[in-house]
């Protein structure tokens, strides 16, 4: 592993990339690197990887000193405690220093031309943030209807032809945009999850562009832990939850008291939709996550604390149990 000084962007023509993995007890980290190195790098452009570990302990300081002597780009490794995901992904944003920064989870492997593609369009674009596909791999032992419908796959979602929020899982951000500067991920949910869209949120509210470069594929394995419908339900009440959140904060009074009505309209809706496509498990079930999304909008818009997905096993000493929560 290499540690890095802080280099000059645009040096020689070069643009500079950081490519930020935050990361927490992952084995599939190694898998995630391998991807790297093997992309075809844009013209002119400089790579350097920063691992942001927010494991209580170093935990994968020699993971990534074993694997970065095979990488063709230099490594940062950060120790960035603990277990709340909004601290190392600030970390990761304080340590970078290039023209733009890409986030990537440390579960996914990265498309030949993924980097490439992103580059590309944040160029064509002159976007801040692009935005790319998140393609899910099932495993055989997992439920038929779920690899059928898809549920684990992450594209972005357009609100009349326009991106409003985004994801980290497959991003990159132009550092020198005012709308990306100094902006931060929210530490206080940085354990419930929401920071994310929270961030992109505030980033196109900012007048910041997001655009989406469909070519830039990263794949991410579904493990049994999140192959199950119980833990699709959880994420998607706490999606809702954020959303919830985030329109109380532009509401009060009788606007607010309409929201939840509207919120609690589409939750019954699409239980009753549920219902009527009750043969159908894939459409039965998609509408069934529809319904519970929206009752975390309601939930959200009451101001219910939104349930923690990351951070539930930080206690568990590293070694005995190597998942994450979300």
């Not at 302990?57 to 063709?72: C, G, Q």
């Not at 277990?83 to 498309?111: H, K, P, W």
């Not at 979602?157 to 931060?184: H, K, M, P, Q």
């Amino acid at each position: 592993m290499t540690g890095l000084s802080k280099h000059s962007p645009n040096a020689a023509g070069e643009i500079w990339i950081d490519i930020c993995i935050c990361t927490y007890r992952r084995e599939e980290l190694r898998a995630t690197l391998l991807s790297l190195g093997q992309m075809n790098l844009p013209e002119k452009c400089r790579i350097r990887v920063i691992i942001a570990d927010n494991d209580f302990e170093p935990s994968a300081k020699d993971r990534v000193a074993n694997i970065a002597p095979e990488l063709p780009f230099e490594v940062r490794y950060i120790h960035s405690p603990a277990a709340n995901i909004s601290l190392a992904r600030n970390a990761c944003l304080d340590a970078s220093t290039g023209d733009y920064v890409a986030f990537i989870d440390d579960d996914e492997t990265a498309s030949e031309d993924w980097l490439a593609h992103l580059l590309a369009t944040a160029l064509d674009t002159k976007a801040d943030a692009v935005l790319g596909p998140v393609q899910a791999s099932y495993a055989a032992d997992a439920p038929r209807w779920m690899g059928k419908g898809d549920f684990h796959s992450t594209f972005p979602v357009w609100v009349r032809a326009e991106i409003l929020t985004g994801y980290t899982c497959n991003v990159l951000l132009r550092r020198s945009s005012t709308a990306v500067g100094n902006r931060r991920f929210s530490l206080a949910l940085g354990r419930s999850g929401g920071e994310d869209t929270q961030y992109f949120t505030e980033l196109h509210e900012a007048g910041g562009k997001i655009s989406y470069a469909p070519e830039a594929w990263v794949f991410e394995p579904v493990p049994p832990a999140r192959a199950k419908f119980s833990w699709l339900c959880k994420r998607r009440f706490r999606v809702g939850q954020t959303h919830g959140r985030m329109l109380r904060g532009k509401a009060a009074g009788p606007k607010l008291a309409g929201q939840v009505v509207l919120a609690g309209a589409k939750a019954g809706f699409s239980l009753s939709m549920a219902i009527a496509t009750a043969f159908s498990v894939v459409r039965r079930n998609r509408w069934i996550l529809r319904g519970i999304m929206h009752t975390g909008v309601v939930s959200g818009l009451m101001g219910i604390r939104e349930i923690q997905q990351y951070g539930e096993v930080a206690m568990v000493p590293a070694g005995r149990d190597n998942s994450r929560a979300a």
